[in-house]
């Protein structure tokens, strides 16, 4: 006997024009429709038997669209993101729901939810309201999500959010990567890996997690800066139950030559990685705490990246310019940690660039000078680049007496 299953809506063409208002295609240029999709929902709601998906999607969006500082005060503004927030995520992984006793968070790894929103939401509802940068950013990646696990699937599921095939190449791209992170975690086993066995094991997975970014629709870029988050969300870099002072060298070893790989074949990997670290260093307020052990592997993850031999030909891909803006306007303890970082970097750099050259004889004090023998960077030279002949040392503003 067919099973009877009872909707808000009427068709199933009601619900593709709702998510064609909530995501509009990238090509539509008319009039902003979020608003009237907001209301279809709420009028659904009367009549009972809305996913929450759905419900969730219509309180971040109304959120969104209440985000005007001229006719709301900002208080109201993060309140509401907030409230919508923290009932999206409470929704989806409240312990009191049936089934075996978990916590949040165990729920949220269930289902591929990142962490990082278990922790926004608890932040949210037990202290101040998060600021509007880490808000506005949290409503858009939930948007996202739903996207991914929910409105993606109505043109195979029929009315969305049942399960989806098990092929990897009908799955959204954040569900493909989730589930393949979920298996380098879980799937490695006990045994020890010889080396050279080791390093086909994890050539084979960054060639896994590459294609899989290169089928997302926004084309493999958008699948690096998934991939950078989830990476980050589901504490594949950084174990949760660390303990402040651990060494992160098994990590690093873990790790290194997967991310390098993907970094040698596309170097807006290595960007995406670095800001997704530095933004939840420092924007996040789950990070803020001075004893926070994932605040400080994350710390120890931009060190190592700027500061590791095993990093010396992907380093300038960093953006350290970046990183050290957001570290100076968002000064928490462990972005303050990571600027003076940053700071020793630049200023040995420097030092590196402008060191004086010595001659063969390393008793000599003598500077080398320019010759024709190419002894200095033919590159540096092209742009303009070469060293004075004499130096005259004055302080600023003060003019040459000659």
């Given at each position: 006997?067919?099973?009877v299953?009872?909707?808000a809506?009427k068709?199933?063409?009601?619900l593709?024009?709702?998510r064609?208002?909530?995501?509009?295609?990238?090509?539509y240029?008319?009039p902003?429709?979020?608003?009237?999709?907001?209301?279809?929902v709420e009028?659904?709601?009367?009549r009972?038997?809305?996913p929450?998906?759905?419900?969730?999607t219509a309180?971040l969006?109304?959120?969104?669209?209440?985000d005007d500082?001229?006719?709301?005060s900002?208080?109201?503004?993060?309140?509401?993101?907030?409230?919508?927030?923290?009932?999206?995520v409470?929704g989806l992984?409240?312990?009191k729901v049936t089934?075996p006793?978990?916590?949040?968070?165990q729920?949220?790894?269930?289902m591929?939810?990142p962490?990082?929103?278990?922790?926004l939401?608890?932040?949210?509802?037990?202290?101040?309201?998060?600021?509007?940068?880490?808000l506005?950013?949290?409503a858009?990646?939930?948007l996202?999500?739903?996207w991914?696990?929910y409105w993606a699937?109505?043109d195979l599921?029929?009315?969305?959010?049942?399960?989806r095939p098990?092929?990897?190449e009908?799955?959204?791209?954040a569900?493909?990567?989730?589930?393949k992170l979920h298996?380098?975690?879980?799937?490695?086993?006990?045994?020890?890996?010889?080396?050279k066995?080791?390093?086909?094991?994890?050539d084979?997975?960054?060639?896994?997690l590459?294609e899989?970014?290169?089928?997302?629709?926004?084309g493999?870029?958008?699948?690096?800066?998934k991939?950078?988050?989830?990476?980050?969300?589901?504490?594949?870099?950084?174990?949760?139950?660390?303990?402040?002072?651990d060494s992160?060298?098994?990590?690093f070893e873990?790790w290194d030559l997967v991310?390098?790989?993907m970094?040698?074949g596309?170097s807006?990997?290595l960007?995406?990685?670095?800001?997704e670290?530095?933004h939840?260093?420092?924007l996040?307020?789950?990070?803020?705490?001075?004893e926070?052990?994932?605040a400080e592997?994350?710390?120890?993850?931009?060190?190592h990246?700027l500061t590791?031999p095993?990093?010396?030909s992907q380093?300038?891909?960093?953006p350290q310019?970046y990183?050290?803006?957001v570290?100076?306007?968002?000064?928490?303890h462990w972005a303050?940690?990571?600027?003076?970082?940053?700071k020793?970097?630049?200023?040995?750099?420097a030092?590196?660039v402008?060191a004086?050259?010595?001659?063969?004889?390393p008793?000599s004090?003598k500077?080398?000078q320019?010759?024709s023998?190419?002894r200095?960077?033919?590159?540096?030279?092209?742009?303009?680049?070469?060293?004075a002949?004499?130096?005259?040392s004055?302080?600023?503003?003060?003019?040459?007496?000659?």
């Open positions: 006997m067919a099973k299953i009872f909707t809506w068709t199933k063409a009601q593709l024009d709702v064609s208002e909530f995501y509009p295609p990238s090509l240029n008319g902003d429709m979020r608003s009237h999709a907001c209301a279809t009028a659904w709601k009367l009972g038997n809305v929450h998906h759905v419900e969730a309180l969006t109304d959120a969104i669209l209440h500082g001229q006719r709301n900002i208080f109201s503004i993060r309140a509401t993101y907030s409230a919508a927030f923290c009932r999206f409470t992984v409240d312990t089934g006793r978990r916590t949040m968070f729920r949220a790894m269930d591929g939810l962490a990082s929103f278990v922790e939401r608890h932040e949210a509802t037990h202290r101040e309201p998060p600021s509007l940068v880490v506005r950013k949290a858009q990646r939930s996202e999500w739903l991914d696990n699937s109505i599921d029929g009315i969305g959010g049942a399960p098990a092929h990897d009908n799955l959204p791209i569900t493909a990567l989730s589930r298996e380098i975690r879980h799937g490695s086993g006990s045994r020890p890996v010889l080396k066995r080791k390093r086909e094991q994890e084979a997975v960054a060639g896994q590459l899989i970014c290169s089928a997302s629709e926004g493999i870029s958008a699948g690096l800066a991939l950078a988050v989830l990476l980050l969300d589901s504490a594949m870099l950084v174990d949760s139950e660390r303990k402040l002072g992160m060298d098994a990590m873990k991310l390098q790989k970094a040698d596309h807006s990997f960007l995406f990685l670095s800001e670290l530095v939840k260093l420092a996040d307020p789950s990070t803020e705490s001075l926070n052990t994932v592997g994350i710390f120890l993850w931009l060190e990246l590791s095993a990093w010396e380093r300038h891909f960093l310019g990183l050290l803006a570290c100076n306007d968002h000064p928490t303050k940690m990571l600027g003076k970082r940053l020793l970097q630049q200023q040995g750099t030092a590196a402008s004086p050259q010595m001659t063969a004889n008793s004090k500077r080398a320019p010759d023998t190419g200095f960077s033919k590159r540096l030279q092209e742009h303009g680049w070469g060293l002949a004499q130096w005259e004055r302080p600023l503003g003060v003019t040459s007496s000659h």
